[in-house]
């Protein structure tokens, strides 16, 4: 019997697809095809490229393994040992799959296999591709199932896999139902809470219900969706003002951590006042202390929709809607490139042009700056924009205006539109 050899690849070759894998032109799907390789090690090089990108620059701080002592590896091993004891605790009572989400692929203390061996699972579990290692065709029913759930976000899989087959499709419910959690979709109606939240993350209440939201900067909110390639997805986060529906920031990511939502929420805080308080779903990006902790260092409070509760962020769903119909459903992006500069133009034109009927036919822009078109005034009587004076200031076609005395009479003045940044997003 013949036994395929295993390849060893060189620091060169890791670091030239990990800095492919950091440019996001293509999905992690398309490297893994380009260059023979499973996804999950892509994302690996990829995090690891990124964690010790910092030590270039920090001469002088190396440590001396050579000089360690006897009495320190000691330590190290009882260490370990404590490590390993506090570990088994968290995994008592616990199904397969959520003994499986305990281990961390990053642990310095720990390794992988004996994690593994630890919790009692199979080490193979972790290197199934979960988000874009997907062929042709399960892509193309991917794509059908987002279009499909924009329509009908009642559909669960038994309704959704009717509907597939009734559109020419050979497709059982089991892959329907694997390819919805692989795109973070379920029927939206009220049922019980029976999933647990992950044992390291906190879980906190949602604080907008029965709440009056009458102005801007009082609540902010954000949403990951599925933005579909021709081989394999990306994925997309933006953060909105919830009174305005302004789009702050948003970022596009080929793989699923945490760093890009961080970014996102890091470039909105800087370009505007922060808000009262911010409102996520319980995706574990959202959960992590480097999410969190951004937002209590600027004394933000937090508030999350209860499991599976669509309504509870419904501002950001419908934005998903209409950019998908309008945009992403239309050009079918085939780089990162193109997708960043082909959505980074619809918010634009979302903020700045598009007026919404909820608004009272006003744009984003306007209704953030507190413009009313019905009397020809701002409904603030003095607030800032980002730093700048908008007491009477009005918005023409995407530019911010301002009016000043001068000489007797009133001279219009053209501001700095901010909203251009959105694009190098």
């Known amino acids: 019997m013949s036994t395929s050899k295993r390849r060893n690849h060189s620091a060169k070759f890791k670091a030239k697809v990990a800095m492919e894998a950091i440019k996001e032109e293509q999905t992690v799907a398309q490297l893994a095809s380009r260059y023979d390789l499973h996804p999950a090690m892509i994302r690996s090089w990829k995090r690891m490229l990124q964690d010790s990108a ?19 590896e000691l330590y190290k091993q009882i260490g370990k040992l404590t490590v390993e004891k506090d570990f088994l605790k968290k995994a008592r009572s616990m199904s397969c799959s959520q003994r499986m989400e305990l281990v ?13 061996s630890l919790l009692g699972v199979h080490r193979s579990g972790l290197y199934r591709d979960r988000s874009s290692g997907e062929n042709a065709y399960n892509c193309e029913l991917m794509q059908l199932i987002d279009q499909q759930y924009l329509e009908m976000p009642c559909y669960g899989s038994r309704k959704m896999t009717a509907w597939l087959r009734q559109a020419g499709y050979q497709v059982n419910r089991k892959r329907v139902q694997r390819l919805m959690r692989l795109m973070g979709i379920e ?33 902010w909110a954000t949403d990951i969706t599925y933005i579909p390639m021709p081989k394999g997805f990306l994925y997309l986060v933006a953060i909105i003002d919830w ?19 961080v970014d996102a929420l890091n470039e ?50 419908r934005l ?77 076609h995407g530019k911010i205006y301002h009016p000043v005395n001068k000489d007797g009479g009133t001279e219009v003045q053209q501001l700095p539109h901010l909203g251009h940044r959105l694009g190098e997003s």
């Open 54 to 72: 910092g030590e270039l620059f920090d001469k002088g701080k190396k440590a001396d393994k050579d000089q360690e002592s006897l009495i320190s």
């Open 187 to 219: 029927a939206i109606y009220q049922k019980p809470n029976t999933s647990r939240p992950h044992p390291e993350h906190k879980i906190y209440p949602y604080l907008l219900r029965g709440m009056k939201i009458d102005r801007p900067n009082q609540v």
């Open 104 to 116: 961390d692929r990053e642990s310095p203390e720990i390794s992988i296999s004996r994690q593994c």
């Open 320 to 396: 998903w809607r209409s950019l998908k119909y309008e945009n992403v459903y239309l050009h079918a992006y085939a780089t990162g490139s193109e997708a960043r500069q082909g959505i980074g133009e619809w918010f634009r034109k979302y903020n700045s042009i598009r007026l919404h009927e909820a608004l009272e036919y006003r744009t984003p822009d306007q209704v953030y700056v507190g413009l009313d078109i019905k009397n020809n005034q701002n409904t603030t009587a003095k607030q800032e924009y980002n730093g700048l004076p908008c007491g009477q200031d009005f918005l023409r």
């Open 243 to 261: 009174f305005s529906r302004k789009v702050l920031s948003w970022r596009l990511s080929n793989t699923m951590e945490s760093d890009f939502c």
């Open 268 to 317: 909105a805080l800087i370009m505007f006042d922060k808000p009262e308080i911010f409102n996520t779903d319980q995706g574990s990006q959202f959960t992590s202390q480097a999410f969190t902790g951004v937002l209590k260092n600027h004394g933000i409070k937090i508030s999350m929709d209860g499991r599976g509760r669509f309504v509870d962020n419904i501002f950001v769903e």
